[in-house]
């Protein structure tokens, strides 16, 4: 439940005409208190109220019922600039007019953070007395923390497959091995919502282009380019690491998720991820162990096997540049 003062919504004095307005079959539910939270929310959604909304400018009013389920958790989003309207059902989001190409949806999760953030506020003051929930200083933090968690779970939105679609040709006899790194990243805890940190490194051998071709009866045939490598613009391997740690995440996870993006896309002849991260949940928390490292790998084809000595190679470079800092 939220705290402060009752603000109004499209014109609703205040929150008991909220609820009575809503109140159909005059059955008082915990649909009630959505609608207070939603009407309590007003003031920390000011900004999009006022029309400064980073997407679009647009005002949050109540809709008695959702045509689905007939819920009273309702809230409608008129987009200021276009006069266009969208209705969400906390119960069941139902989504219709035009919201998905007006960010209803982002703007919904924003809302919904938002509240989020804001019990948590009021759970620490019931776990706290002496925490001053009334502080003036806390009155855009669900707002500030809603944007907050949207930055950092903005990689949901890339599709990692799509960064890696364009290759170029490399000629020589033998490709060698390519690393990229260290890549500094940002991420969160699945398990506690924490900020992790830390670098990546990259290193893959690439493979041969293999070329599509149609023969005289018009069946597909494959053939290996002699001499001819594929590899991918250097800056795409960043843009990997960014949109999967931009999540929430096991560092883990992480590691193999950037190495099979590598090995689907392209192909190569070996592959390699070096991930070294702080992790507040461990740091911060718990045993508190502020200087643990954590350290994950994964190897993939030649540098598995480590022909011609790859993965002695990356790991040299990966060892020459963590000494270096």
């Not at 005002?59 to 008695?64: A, H």
């Not at 990259?202 to 071709?213: F, I, L, W």
């Not at 001819?228 to 560092?251: D, E, H, N």
Request: aromatic share 8%; with cysteine.
């Amino acid at each position: 439940m939220f705290r402060g003062d009752d603000e109004s919504i499209g014109g609703c004095d205040d929150v008991e005409e909220l609820e009575s307005a809503n109140d159909t079959d005059g059955d008082s539910t915990s649909e009630d208190s959505t609608i207070e939270d939603i009407a309590k929310a007003s003031e920390w959604m000011s900004p999009a109220l006022k029309g400064d909304y980073e997407e679009e400018p647009m005002e949050v009013l109540p809709v008695p019922e959702c045509a689905r389920c007939g819920s009273t958790t309702n809230i409608s989003v008129r987009f200021i600039g276009t006069g266009k309207s969208a209705q969400f059902c906390l119960r069941c989001s139902d989504l219709f007019d035009e919201a998905r190409e007006h960010h209803a949806i982002k703007f919904l999760g924003n809302l919904t953070a938002q509240i989020g953030a804001g019990s948590l506020l009021d759970g620490i003051k019931d776990m706290y007395p002496k925490f001053d929930r009334d502080n003036p200083d806390l009155k855009d933090t669900p707002r500030r923390v809603a944007r907050m968690y949207a930055e950092l779970c903005s990689g949901y939105a890339i599709d990692p497959d799509q960064l890696l679609a364009i290759r170029f040709d490399v000629n020589g006899s033998q490709a060698g091995l390519i690393t990229i790194g260290p890549i500094d990243f940002v991420s969160t805890c699945m398990h506690h919502l924490a900020s992790i940190s830390g670098r990546v490194y990259v290193g893959y051998v690439p493979n041969q282009k293999v070329e599509e071709t149609t023969n005289a009866d018009g069946a597909f045939e494959t053939h290996v380019v002699d001499d001819t490598y594929q590899v991918i613009g250097l800056s795409k391997i960043p843009r990997v690491v960014y949109a999967y740690s931009r999540r929430l995440i096991l560092q883990e996870d992480m590691t193999r998720n950037i190495i099979e993006c590598l090995e689907r896309n392209l192909g190569p002849l070996g592959s390699a991820v070096f991930v070294k991260a702080k992790h507040d949940c461990m740091c911060k928390r718990g045993t508190a162990s502020a200087n643990a490292w954590t350290v994950t790998t994964e190897v993939r084809g030649v540098l598995y096997e480590n022909q011609r000595g790859t993965k002695d190679e990356f790991m040299f470079i990966v060892e020459q540049s963590e000494m270096s800092r």
